[in-house]
């Protein structure tokens, strides 16, 4: 049974970087696409970024676009979120999901993920 873990998480100032990592157990991350999601309590999960499965195709939401960058290691099983000039709202839990998949696309619905990560926590304090 593939498994995807989380790790990277912190607490930091406004305006410092982060780099989440998830990576794959049981598996290869070669065949899924991947992206993340984040959390707060008492509200629905939110996309942030996703990635095709070969890594050629991204997408982010408006929120993060240009500060985060999600990237994609077949070779290393891994899929990597850089956070840059981080905020208080980006405070949340940060989840890995992951899909096997033939398309080439990215994938950004919460509903398209089979496989999701126990997550890691983000506080960014100012």
């Known amino acids: 049974q593939v498994q995807f873990v989380e790790s990277g998480g912190g607490s930091v100032q406004v305006g410092a970087s982060l780099r989440l990592s998830c990576a794959a157990s049981?598996?290869?991350?070669?065949?899924?696409?991947a992206a993340w999601f984040r959390q707060v309590p008492g509200k629905e999960r939110e996309f942030v970024g996703a990635?095709?499965?070969?890594?050629?195709?991204?997408d982010y939401s408006t929120s993060v676009a240009g500060r985060f960058t999600i990237s994609k290691d077949n070779a290393k099983n891994t899929v990597l979120l850089q956070m840059n000039s981080l905020q208080p709202e980006d405070t949340a839990v940060y989840y890995c999901a992951a899909r096997p998949t033939t398309e080439r696309r990215a994938f950004v619905n919460a509903n398209e993920y089979t496989y999701w990560g126990q997550g890691t926590q983000v506080t960014v304090s100012s």
């Open positions: 049981g598996g290869t991350f070669f065949f899924y696409a």
């Open positions: 990635i095709s499965k070969a890594g050629g195709r991204t």
